[in-house]
């Protein structure tokens, strides 16, 4: 009698047991069909808009990818976070030299999928000072309250570009780039180093001026038309070895971004607006970086980047040599 009840009864409870394995099982079912999120680090500078636009305009969702845009103070926060596994990888716009900064940390971190060349033409770098400032020149500058964005780079480049125009001596202090246009305003600083929006922001608010633009380009490179690849957009190793087929599909959709930057430019400057401090109309103000996808660069390209590397060797912020041809993803 015993084992005619337990028999009914156990198969009840092993059926039980099984609906509510099925319906745990579920959720993590979903998930792997859906796909890792792709969590990528950005600071707000006009040269982020490829990924700006491939998130606002649907590039990614129409990609089945769910990428969530991480804002942070700067780009050696968006390398160390990388670092650390909290994001899978960096929009253009996000320093190069800061990225090689992980590189020698963690050989292997990470592949370079665009970068966003700029120079004379295609503006993203330049020295502010104040509407009525008396400064002229870079030289002027000498003896003067410099300030720069955060981080080795920023900070390393303005330094460099100062010595080379003939402004030697010249201490550059860091100060966050949202900061740099009230700064000027204020009088606490003569002039800054600073990536775009910054300059379009004081000249609409009639608080700054241009001192100099492209200036990488002329005084890094020695040439005002170079190409200084001095963002660039990357993805983890970690992430391009575990998911290929996303990133993939990533590297698709944000190329689709950069298409867009490229062959329509008003359309897509209006995506500045919530990730940058321009707002509205005058995001048609902005002037644009250019952009260059990994399978589009040239000898001449490698070697400039490789130039702008080997300064941050020569400074002792790299403690070695990095080639750049084996940071670039091999699609």
């Avoid at 690849?229 to 190329?255: C, D, M, N, Q, V």
Wanted: glycine share 10%; aromatic share 8%; proline share 6%.
């Amino acid at each position: 009698m015993s084992t005619r009840r337990t028999h009914p009864t156990r198969r009840r409870m092993l059926a039980g047991s099984a609906a509510a394995a099925a319906t745990l099982a579920l959720p993590a079912l979903v998930r792997a069909q859906a796909g890792p999120k792709i969590r990528i680090g950005y600071w707000p500078v006009a040269a982020g808009l490829p990924f700006f636009a491939a998130v606002e305009k649907g590039y990614f969702k129409e990609a089945g990818l769910d990428v969530e845009a991480q804002k942070y103070a700067g780009a050696q926060q968006v390398m160390e976070a990388m670092l650390a596994g909290r994001c899978d990888g960096s929009s253009n716009g996000t320093g190069s030299g800061n990225l090689g900064v992980g590189e020698i940390a963690s050989p292997g971190l990470f592949k370079i999928i665009a970068t966003n060349p700029s120079n004379a033409k295609y503006v993203l770098d330049q020295f502010l000072v104040p509407k009525d400032s008396p400064v002229k020149t870079l030289a002027d500058l000498k003896g003067k309250r410099v300030a720069s964005g955060p981080g080795i780079q920023n900070k390393t480049l303005a330094l460099t570009v100062l010595e080379r125009a003939g402004a030697t001596g010249t201490p550059v202090t860091e100060l966050p780039i949202g900061q740099h246009v009230a700064a000027l305003a204020a009088g606490q600083v003569d002039a800054v180093y600073t990536l775009e929006p910054t300059g379009t922001v004081g000249r609409l608010n009639g608080t700054t001026r241009v001192l100099e633009a492209g200036v990488i380009a002329k005084y890094i490179l020695g040439d005002a038309l170079a190409p200084w690849h001095g963002g660039s957009a990357a993805l983890t190793t970690e992430f391009i070895k575990k998911y290929p087929a996303e990133t993939r599909k990533y590297i698709a959709a944000y190329a689709k971004g950069i298409e867009l930057v490229r062959n329509q430019p008003a359309e897509a400057r209006q995506y500045l607006k919530g990730y940058t401090a321009i707002e509205g109309p005058l995001t048609g103000e902005v002037p644009l970086a250019s952009y260059m996808l990994y399978n589009e660069f040239k000898p001449a390209d490698v070697a400039a980047f490789q130039k702008f590397f080997d300064l941050f060797t020569e400074k002792g912020v790299f403690e070695k040599k990095l080639d750049v041809a084996s940071l670039l993803y091999k699609g």
